[in-house]
């Protein structure tokens, strides 16, 4: 670079006093480019930091929600392994007392082995894989009642 002639000196010269006249428009659109860009940087500092705080908002709510479906599910699972324990015994006692008294019939067995499926069936309520918990709206929690 010669001392003597900066680039831009040189530049201007070579077109004259005609072309002057644009160069502090092109002076203000440089500036005004370089204003938006700083804007449009702020704007996006800001559009993050807005972002940020709304990932934060929501995973409160997420972390309240699941708490909250994380206690009515055990209370579910608490309830219904309530009343099968109770259900169970009641059969229990039953059947202890037909094999006790002798009156044990292929029939009284044969509904004895549909209350232990139905048992079985309703233990395992809770299906869970990856993406949900689903306690099934078809959950059948009643044993049926056949006289023994």
């Known amino acids: 670079m010669d001392q003597c002639n900066p680039p831009r000196q040189v530049h201007i010269d070579e077109y004259g006093d005609t072309n002057n006249s644009e160069i502090?428009?092109?002076?203000?659109?440089?500036?005004?480019l370089a204003n938006q860009l700083r804007a449009d940087f702020q704007f996006e500092l800001s559009c993050l930091k807005d972002l940020n705080q709304w990932?934060?908002?929501?995973?409160?709510?997420?972390?309240?929600?699941s708490d909250r479906k994380y206690q009515q599910c055990k209370q579910?699972?608490?309830t219904e392994i309530n009343e099968l324990k109770k259900k169970?015994?009641?059969?229990?006692?039953?059947?202890?007392?037909l094999t006790e008294e002798q009156r044990l019939t292929k029939e009284l067995i044969d509904s004895m082995k549909e209350?232990?499926?139905?048992?079985?069936?309703?233990?395992?309520?809770?299906m869970i894989n990856e993406d949900l918990i689903n306690i099934p709206n078809d959950y059948?929690?009643?044993?049926?009642?056949?006289r023994m």
């Open 24 to 32: 502090p428009l092109l002076n203000a659109q440089l500036n005004s």
């Open 55 to 65: 990932r934060k908002n929501t995973h409160k709510k997420i972390h309240r929600y």
């Open 76 to 78: 579910f699972i608490q």
């Open 88 to 97: 169970l015994n009641q059969i229990k006692r039953t059947f202890d007392k």
């Open 115 to 126: 209350y232990i499926r139905i048992f079985k069936q309703n233990i395992n309520v809770l």
């Open 140 to 146: 059948d929690h009643t044993i049926p009642q056949k």
